[in-house]
C-alpha cells in the first residue's frame, strides 16, 4: 500500500475508534448531534494525522536505510571474497617467484665460491677475487630474504606443515642457535647471554623453525642494542605446563604502535638504527608465524629507549618434562 493510502485507512481506522471511545466515556443517554460528531472527527484527524504521517516518514527511512546496509553487507562480503583471493593468489605468487629465484641463485653461489675459493686454480686479476667475494656475499644474503618470504608464502598459502616434526631436547639446540649468533653480536658490540638450564625439557617440533624463530628474535634484538648493551635469552617452564622462551634486550625499545607495525610483515619502524642494518622486515611476522604453526604464542613488550622482551610460548601438549614423560 502507497504512503497516502496507508495514511487515509490509518486515519480512518483512528476517527472510528475515537468516536467509539467518546461514546463509551460521554454519552449519557442523550442523542449524539451532528456538530460533536464533527468536533470528534475533527479533534481525531488533527492529533492522528501528524502522527501517522510522521511514522510513515520515520518507516520508509527505516526501510531505506534496511536496503542501503543490505546493500552494503553485499558489498562487503564480496569485497572481502576477492581480498582473500587477492592473498592467497599473492601467496601463491610468492612462493612460486621465491622458488624461480633462488634456482638461478644456487648456481650464482656455486660457481662464485668456486672462484672465490680459486678451487680451479688461482685468479691472477685481485679485482676479480675481490668481485667474487662480493657476489658471493651478496648472493648469500639475497639467498636469506628470498627463504624467508618463501616461507611466509607457504605459511600463508597453508602450505607449510609440521608432518617433519620430531622430539628433541630443546636446551642444546637453543644453545647451539645462540652459538651461531655470536659473532653478530661481537660485530655490534653487544653482549649475548644463554641463560637456558639443562633441564631435559623436549619439544615436539619442527627442529628447523625453532632455531630459525630463535635466530630471528635474537638477530633483531642485537640490531637494534646499541653497542655496550646486551641480550638475555631465558627459558622455564610454567605452572601449566606450557614451556616459554624470552629473548630480553636493552636496546631502543618501541611504543605500542611501533610495535604493532614491527609485526606486520615488511614493516620496519624508523629509528637511529634502521639505515645501519639491512633487513626486510620479515623477521618478527615470520618468527610469529612459524610459531603459530605450532600451535604457540608470541607476545611483546617494549619501553622506548629501555629494552624490549619478546617470549614464545609452547602449549603444554607440545611439552615433554621428566616428570610427566616418567608418569
Do not use: C
Not at 97 to 113: C, D, K, Q, V, Y
Not at 123 to 151: C, E, K, P, T
Amino acid at each position: 500500500m502507497s504512503p497516502a493510502g496507508s495514511t487515509i485507512v490509518l486515519s480512518a481506522m483512528a476517527v472510528v475508534m475515537a468516536a467509539l471511545v467518546h461514546l463509551v466515556l460521554y454519552f449519557d443517554g442523550a442523542k449524539l448531534t451532528s456538530l460533536a460528531f464533527a468536533n470528534i472527527i475533527i479533534e481525531t484527524l488533527a492529533v492522528a494525522v501528524p502522527l501517522i504521517l510522521y511514522s510513515r516518514w520515520v518507516i520508509n527511512q527505516l526501510e531505506k536505510s534496511r536496503t542501503q546496509l543490505t546493500a552494503m553487507s553485499r558489498r562487503l562480503a564480496f569485497a572481502v571474497d576477492e581480498a582473500e583471493l587477492a592473498n592467497r593468489a599473492k601467496s601463491s605468487f610468492l612462493a612460486n617467484m621465491s622458488h624461480e629465484l633462488r634456482t638461478p641463485l644456487n648456481a650464482i653461489l656455486g660457481f662464485s665460491e668456486v672462484m672465490k675459493d680459486q678451487h680451479l686454480g688461482p685468479v691472477q686479476n685481485s679485482r676479480y677475487l675481490s668481485y667474487a667475494n662480493d657476489i658471493h656475499s651478496s648472493g648469500r644474503h639475497l639467498l636469506a630474504i628470498i627463504n624467508d618470504v618463501l616461507d611466509l608464502a607457504k605459511i600463508e598459502a597453508g602450505k607449510m606443515t609440521l608432518d617433519n616434526a620430531a622430539v628433541f631436547e630443546i636446551a642444546p639446540v637453543l644453545a647451539s642457535s645462540l652459538a651461531m649468533l655470536k659473532g653478530l653480536g661481537e660485530k655490534y658490540g653487544v653482549g649475548v647471554h644463554n641463560e637456558i638450564a639443562e633441564d631435559g625439557i623436549e619439544l615436539k617440533a619442527v627442529e628447523r623453525m625453532i632455531r630459525q624463530i630463535l635466530i630471528n628474535l635474537v638477530g633483531n634484538a642485537i640490531k637494534f642494542t646499541p653497542p655496550g648493551g646486551s641480550v638475555h635469552v631465558s627459558a622455564k617452564l610454567l605452572s601449566d605446563g606450557r614451556y616459554e622462551i624470552a629473548v630480553r634486550d636493552t636496546g631502543v625499545g618501541m611504543s605500542e604502535k611501533e610495535m604493532a607495525h614491527a609485526m606486520m610483515p615488511f614493516g620496519q619502524n624508523e629509528n637511529r638504527f634502521t639505515g645501519k642494518h639491512e633487513g626486510t622486515g620479515l623477521g618478527l611476522p615470520l618468527a610469529k608465524a612459524m610459531l603459530e604453526l605450532h600451535e604457540g604464542t608470541l607476545t611483546m613488550s617494549s619501553v622506548p629507549e629501555i629494552g624490549t622482551t619478546v617470549a614464545m610460548i609452547f602449549p603444554a601438549q607440545r611439552v615433554i618434562a621428566r616428570g610427566r614423560a616418567a608418569a
